[in-house]
């Protein structure tokens, strides 16, 4: 048996994940095209941008608007960076693709994604499904005993979803959606510096980073915003996060609780941040703080949860998977747990999975999916496809 090489591409609306089903971890890139204002010339595509010197008011080009692919032309260029000689080298004839697409894609969509895989780069076979499937397949997989059936939150860039499986199909009636990611957060706390402190409206790419480096999930709000409002010494919350320049900072961090101050030493820019690190990602849990009138993410798994079946309810609070670029946050699991808890039947057990990278989870669940009797069952090779068109895509893949 000949086995073929495999490109597994989890393709995020915030970042792409794309890598050989025999690699050991994908190479991460950011799913848009970007232009900066000092180097006029030039565009860079995915991770070129780490070759750009000064990083302030980037100007982004996203291929994805709302949590779906709309411009077509910034998708194929990512595409083709990803398989080219700078990443890949994909030799098309010979590779099969497994990609991901949103849940309850348009039709037009998918059917343009079909051309794209079959017509233009002429992949041997291609598979389209959910990350979320790639992740319970990964989960289901991995455990001794296969469970019956398991809900994963997915929270990325521009979504939350919950969806729950039995037996590896996908439970579509359930299916329930948070208008709240990644992007939400980083928007907010960029309005919420600029209100407050320092015009960043322009400025995604570093309070992106502020983001990531200084906020975390409280599990005790109301007792973290009491400390927030201490002076001195008493706030143990306040950061100071001393802001790049491009020249001597390459990359802003934050400096530690002893050496925070409130003041800026000299040559340096600072952002104050105290209440913002715990009330930005808020929003997931309680997203009516900025006007989206909708469940917080728990809050949307147990109402999920309680339109199944009664007999598959325990099943359900017993394998809980976490992915997602959101779930890095720290204490997102345990705030997590903490509501569901709260919400659910005192009589259920509640198991909850954190993978050691959510982010890439998805990805080591196509990597364990290439090459099996299951893929074969679910791809659609460029022999059918040129039989059959559309048709046989729509009929295989489950999206």
Avoid at 93 to 115: G, K, L
Avoid at 388 to 398: A, L, N, P, Q
Wanted: charged content about 25%; some cysteine; glycine content about 6%.
């Amino acid at each position: 048996m000949i086995i073929m090489a495999t490109v597994v591409l989890d393709n995020g609306a915030g970042t792409a994940k794309a890598g050989f089903a025999t690699d050991k971890e994908p190479r991460i890139l950011p799913n848009c095209v970007t232009k900066a204002k000092n180097v006029r010339t030039r565009i860079f595509i995915g991770d070129q941008i780490d070759d750009c010197k000064d990083l302030s008011g980037l100007y982004y080009l996203l291929p994805f608007q709302k949590g779906y692919l709309v411009n077509w032309d910034i998708e194929r260029q990512v595409w083709d960076f990803i398989f080219g000689k700078d990443a890949l080298k994909v030799d098309f004839n010979d590779t099969n693709i497994i990609v991901t697409e949103p849940y309850f894609n348009f039709s037009s969509v998918q059917e343009a994604m079909n051309e794209i895989f079959f017509e233009e780069y002429a992949f041997k076979s291609v598979l389209k499904t959910t990350s979320s499937f790639l992740s319970q397949y990964k989960y289901v997989k991995e455990k001794n005993a296969p469970p019956l059936c398991s809900v994963v939150l997915d929270t990325g860039y521009s979504f939350s979803h919950i969806v729950p499986y039995f037996r590896g199909k996908r439970m579509s009636e359930s299916v329930k959606r948070v208008n709240v990611g990644g992007k939400v957060l980083t928007n907010h706390l960029k309005e919420v510096i600029s209100y407050r402190q320092l015009m960043v409206m322009d400025e995604t790419y570093v309070i992106n980073q502020v983001k990531e480096d200084v906020c975390y999930v409280s599990t005790q709000f109301a007792k973290d915003m009491d400390i927030a409002k201490k002076r001195g010494k008493e706030n143990t919350i306040a950061r100071d996060y001393v802001l790049p320049d491009y020249t001597h900072i390459k990359r802003g961090y934050v400096r530690p609780l002893e050496e925070t101050t409130g003041k800026a030493k000299d040559g340096e820019q600072i952002i104050r941040m105290n209440n913002e690190r715990f009330a930005v990602p808020e929003l997931l849990f309680h997203p009516s703080d900025v006007g989206v009138q909708e469940m917080g993410v728990a809050e949307a798994l147990v109402y999920a949860i309680s339109t199944l079946p009664q007999e598959m309810r325990p099943h359900m609070y017993s394998n809980i998977v976490l992915t997602g670029g959101n779930c890095l946050l720290p204490g997102f699991s345990e705030r997590f747990y903490a509501d569901v808890r709260s919400m659910a039947p005192e009589d259920y057990d509640i198991t909850i999975k954190t993978p050691s990278n959510p982010v890439t989870h998805a990805w080591d669940g196509g990597c364990l999916l290439a090459n099996t009797e299951d893929y074969k069952k679910m791809a659609v090779t460029r022999d059918q496809y040129e039989e059959y068109g559309h048709s046989i895509c729509s009929e295989t893949f489950d999206v």
